[in-house]
């Protein structure tokens, strides 16, 4: 008996760089089809699998998008024949009965590889019929996503090839960044990766609002029951952990640098309309808040309305001409914030001016919330409160730098979790992260978003999302969210859908020349620790730019 109609003896799979097969059908929209060689067969060539086509002028990258039967003799699928015998199965393998692969290609190579000057460029056209394509090399890989670099930051291997593929770090910090996938494929251990490779080249600093107590000393590979490192364990020097609660990284025998403590005169109408959801406000009760405010004064509205007992609540409601009901409402659920430790009378010291002053000096900032990680109600009132400040101070310097009155501030990226939250469509228009992701990098600030139900955030703050990294999603309506806007989106939802469950992604956008699936590295053994030491003692620091070093750099990069 043979094995997918090969022979025994027969080596299997194709080799980097070995031929494949003719182009024999397509178009640019659609992605041309090619006809595999008879000694090739369908189960060695994966969705996903980095392909070149030679055609007559140019030579061609692509990726494969589908993998199909057919034949040439339509009474084959209806009377199939006897394969008993090797012969007769060789015999039909590759003439009546064949294989094709579906291929997307993105780009025109360059004439030389190894030509630095010389870079691939958007394909517009495609290769004419019997153009011969072959499995991708090393050297091709190399010449369209780069080598590993102070620029280029590997985050794992083509599928089939054991070749470094690297994301461009510069594109990448540039405007806000994706990470979605069910739970359990692997989204954290996915941005760790992308939090060391920023770490190492640094490229910008980073603030991480870490829910779940992952990325600051240590996190949890559960599916090999063991602690691997974070980010303070790999860069001590570079790293400042903050917490919300003291009492669970004692437990936890992690030391901080700061403890955060908020005062109830920091909290503003803003921050409460963002918990309407998760509090389960009306827009009346909301929305009067705005009207307590402007009763009690900035600083003092929400502490003494707090101060209020029963029959005051409704003397108020009627003195500032809200509905009792809904003033009853906003009362009894902000009551609950009293059982927030973090939540002070006078906090002593401003959170937002520490951080901003261990970003200034180009480190990066963890802030755990330990148990409150639990709660979303105090996960989004401090993330929303903090970024609020901290981006209003980068508005501030911005402008200032602007003005001749010095320095801009460094690139800041931000890293909220359940983004979906913040960025829903019915309060993304009015939340500081959705402020953010339409500004680009205007102010020096994007996002990191990481969430598993990317169809709950908002369609305008998606098509912002300069790179996206996606694994497994099994929702039809995610799977178009993150898409959507995407040139070649029809091929690329077969991709996504056949991703494994565990440590691959689809990952397309300003990052990368075209999109890709890339089978992750690996992160938590002693010798991926020591490939990040290494690379970060290796690489030296780069200076923020000037507005004026920043606007040469990319009339540069027009011409």
């Known amino acids: 008996m043979t094995d997918g109609f090969k022979l025994d003896g027969e080596t299997p799979g194709p080799q980097s760089g070995a031929p494949l097969g ?269 009207n307590l405010q402007q009763h009690f004064g900035p600083r003092e509205w929400l502490q003494r309305f707090l101060e209020l007992q029963g029959p005051a609540v409704n003397e108020l409601a009627t003195e500032i001409q809200v509905h009792p009901s809904a003033l009853g409402s906003l009362h009894n659920r902000l009551s609950r914030l009293k059982r927030f430790d973090f939540l002070v009378e006078k906090s002593g010291h401003d959170a937002a001016n520490r951080m901003i002053e261990h970003l200034d000096r180009g480190k990066h900032v963890v802030l755990e919330f330990g148990r409150y990680g639990r709660d979303l109600t105090a996960y989004m009132l401090v993330s929303n409160l903090l970024t609020r400040r901290i981006h209003n101070r980068y508005v501030d310097r911005m402008e200032e730098a602007e003005g001749g009155q010095g320095r801009s501030p460094r690139p800041l990226v931000i890293v909220i979790e359940e983004a979906h939250k913040f960025l829903s469509p019915a309060v993304a228009s009015h939340t500081i992260f959705g402020i953010i992701a339409r500004e680009l990098r205007k102010y020096n600030v994007t996002l990191m978003v990481i969430d598993q139900r990317p169809s709950a955030i908002d369609s305008e703050v998606m098509s912002q999302l300069g790179t996206r990294l996606t694994c497994l999603l099994d929702n039809d309506r995610d799977i178009e969210a993150v898409l959507s806007g995407t040139p070649g989106s029809r091929q690329l939802r077969t991709v996504l859908a056949r991703l494994e469950a565990k440590q691959q992604a689809l990952i397309f956008g300003h990052a990368l020349p075209m999109p890709v699936v890339v089978r992750i590295r690996e992160y938590g053994s002693p010798e991926s620790y020591a490939q990040f030491s290494q690379s970060a003692d290796a690489l030296p620091a780069q200076e923020a730019e000037t507005p004026a070093e920043q606007l040469e750099r990319e009339i540069s990069e027009l011409f």
């Open 22 to 290: 003719l182009v024999v059908d397509g178009s640019l929209s659609q992605g041309v089809e090619v006809r595999l060689d008879a000694d090739v067969s369908v189960e060695d060539v994966k969705v996903g699998t980095f392909v070149t086509i030679q055609g007559h002028n140019n030579r061609f990258f692509g990726v494969v998008t589908d993998v199909s039967l057919g034949s040439t003799d339509p009474r084959l699928k209806h009377s199939p024949p006897q394969v008993d015998d090797p012969f007769i199965a060789q015999v039909l393998s590759g003439t009546v009965a064949y294989g094709s692969i579906s291929v997307l290609p993105n780009l025109v190579m360059p004439q030389v590889l190894g030509d630095n000057d010389a870079k691939p460029v958007a394909a517009k056209t495609i290769p004419p019929h019997f153009s011969r394509a072959q499995m991708a090399s090393e050297q091709d890989v190399a010449a369209v996503f780069g080598q590993e670099d102070q620029r280029h930051f590997w985050i794992g291997n083509p599928l089939e090839m054991e070749h470094k593929l690297c994301l461009d770090l510069d594109e990448l910090v540039k405007r806000s960044i994706g990470v979605f996938g069910k739970s359990g494929t692997g989204k954290t251990f996915l941005t760790r990766l992308l939090l060391v490779g920023i770490l190492q080249r640094n490229q910008a600093s980073v603030l991480i609002f870490d829910m779940h107590s992952e990325y600051g000393w240590q996190g949890q590979d559960t599916d090999r029951n063991r602690n691997v490192k974070g980010l303070k364990q790999l860069f001590p020097s570079q790293v400042a952990t903050f917490t919300l609660d003291e009492a669970s990284a004692r437990r936890r025998g992690v030391s901080t640098d700061e403890v955060v403590r908020i005062g109830y005169s920091e909290i503003e109408p803003e921050d409460v309309e963002l918990l309407r959801e998760t509090l389960n406000l009306s827009d009346v009760a909301a929305s009067a808040a705005f």
